[in-house]
């Protein structure tokens, strides 16, 4: 649910979309037997299947996975390569440090614009939301410091980031300070979508 306000934005700001990305879910048509990073392999690998036979019209195939999986991405780079509606990036540690990076919302939303508590994680000198090791983590001692919550970020909590989302990320996106943020993971990844948001046509809105 994190991904699909980003894509809009990086479309509006950098390709002239003026209307919202529709993200799907590979897995409506694909059903995952795995879990994790085997499953998105082998969702790609069927995906790459049936592009040999079938018409999808879909811009693109977007695939977010995190450093940790060089494997996985070699094998995903070798099925895609040549194939230029798939997009890949790499959240570095988890796709959490994009939402970290974005400091003017993530303040907002945790009550702490003003007033961040200096012994907490995300207010240390010249943090880098690239650089967390454990961006849950620091959602989640946001959360336990904040009084504005009744719950905990935890290890993801969806519902937290769905309120995050519809508060702050549908309409309001920074990806300006996330690219500063996480310059090697999103401000890659941005270059790359917003090349390929650039190749499709207005009526090609929807993706994966």
């Given amino acids: 649910m994190l991904l699909p306000p980003l894509l809009s934005r990086i479309a509006q700001d950098q390709a002239g979309f003026t209307w919202p990305v529709a993200a799907g ?8 037997r795995k879990r994790g990073h085997g499953g998105v392999l082998e969702t790609v690998r069927a995906l790459v299947k049936v592009l040999d036979t079938d018409v ?28 230029d509606r798939f997009v890949m990036g790499i959240a570095i540690e988890e796709i959490e440090a994009w939402w970290l990076g974005d400091r003017t919302n993530t303040l907002s939303w945790s009550g702490f614009r003003r007033n961040l508590p200096a012994h907490c994680r995300y ?20 959360t336990r410091l904040s009084s504005k919550f009744t719950t905990c970020y935890g290890h993801g909590s969806v519902d937290l980031a769905s309120d995050f989302v519809d508060e702050y990320w549908q309409h309001n996106a920074r990806t300006d300070e996330i690219a500063i943020q996480c310059p090697n993971g999103f401000g890659r990844f941005q270059s790359r979508m917003a090349n390929r948001f650039r190749q499709v046509k207005p009526t090609q809105g929807r993706l994966f």
């Fill in 123 to 142: 207010a240390k000198t010249a943090y880098l939301s690239e650089r967390d090791k454990e961006p849950k983590r620091t959602l989640d001692e946001l």
């Fill in 25 to 32: 879910d590979v897995a409506e048509i694909f059903p995952i």
């Fill in 56 to 83: 999808f019209d879909h811009a693109c195939f977007v695939i977010i996975l995190d450093r940790r999986t060089r494997p996985v991405q070699r094998k995903i780079e070798r099925l895609i390569r040549d194939r």
